[in-house]
């Protein structure tokens, strides 16, 4: 059975240009998360996504960012304009809806903004 | 809110040495608990999982932890280290929702650096 898809895998753009990212999860998973890492750190929530619904995305930069999820399967991740600080790496993870199973993650997406 | 400290950010042992990570969690009722590997240009792989019953978990690559609810804790701990196992090591809380999964909070990170 195939993971969480990401792509694409690395990314550099000048700062203020646009950017996406697409993931794709596990099939059958309804829950999506977008997770940002910054160098040293540990992953922090983005936003979550029950099915085709954002039920969390309280930590999304919602003037640069947005995202979506289509059919509650597939999704993208925007950053419009990308910023310096957008450096990082985004990571997308899956799960089943149900409260105690665990998430699955993508391989990221390394993003610099030069 | 809930929030995860691993207040060990690099550890270096010897190949067949021991180790333990720490992680302590702050949240008002038991959490889930995870702990997850990071190799270099990697996504996290689950490592193991605590959700209720035996406090200890055993996972995957020789691990194991141990929720302690009195300390707020879940170390990892490993018997014996190989080389491979070098890596960066995150703790994680899953938050119990109604209906949904559970919101994951992780922590800092823990560099593991293995010598030979």
């Known amino acids: 059975e195939a993971g969480v898809v990401q792509s694409p895998r690395y990314k550099i753009i000048e700062k203020k240009q646009p950017v996406a990212f697409w993931c794709n999860p596990i099939?059958?998973?309804?829950?999506l998360y977008w997770y940002r890492q910054n160098l040293g750190q540990g992953p922090e929530l983005l936003i979550r996504y029950e099915n085709e619904e954002a039920v969390d995305d309280s930590q999304l930069p919602k003037d640069r960012f947005s995202a979506e999820r289509l059919k509650g399967v597939d999704s993208t991740l925007k950053i419009q304009p990308a910023e310096l600080g957008d450096s990082a790496v985004y990571l997308c993870?899956?799960?089943?809806?149900?409260?105690?199973?665990?998430?699955?993650f993508g391989q990221g997406t390394r993003l610099t903004v030069v | 809110a809930q929030s995860v400290t691993q207040p060990d950010i690099h550890i270096t042992v010897s190949e067949g040495a021991s180790l333990e990570l720490r992680c302590n969690y702050s949240y008002g009722a038991t959490p889930y608990l995870f702990w997850y590997v990071q190799s270099p240009g990697q996504g996290l792989q689950l490592l193991l999982k605590?959700?209720?019953?035996?406090?200890l978990v055993q996972g995957i690559k020789g691990f194991e932890a141990e929720f302690k609810r009195s300390q707020s804790s879940f170390n990892l701990r490993k018997p014996s280290v190989h080389w491979s196992d070098a890596a960066e090591y995150f703790c994680a809380v899953g938050v119990p929702t109604t209906g949904t999964a559970s919101k994951l909070t992780f922590g800092t990170g823990t560099r593991l650096q293995v010598t030979l």
């Open positions: 099939s059958g998973h309804n829950t």
């Open positions: 993870a899956s799960s089943t809806d149900r409260g105690n199973t665990e998430a699955f």
């Open positions: 605590y959700f209720s019953g035996d406090t």
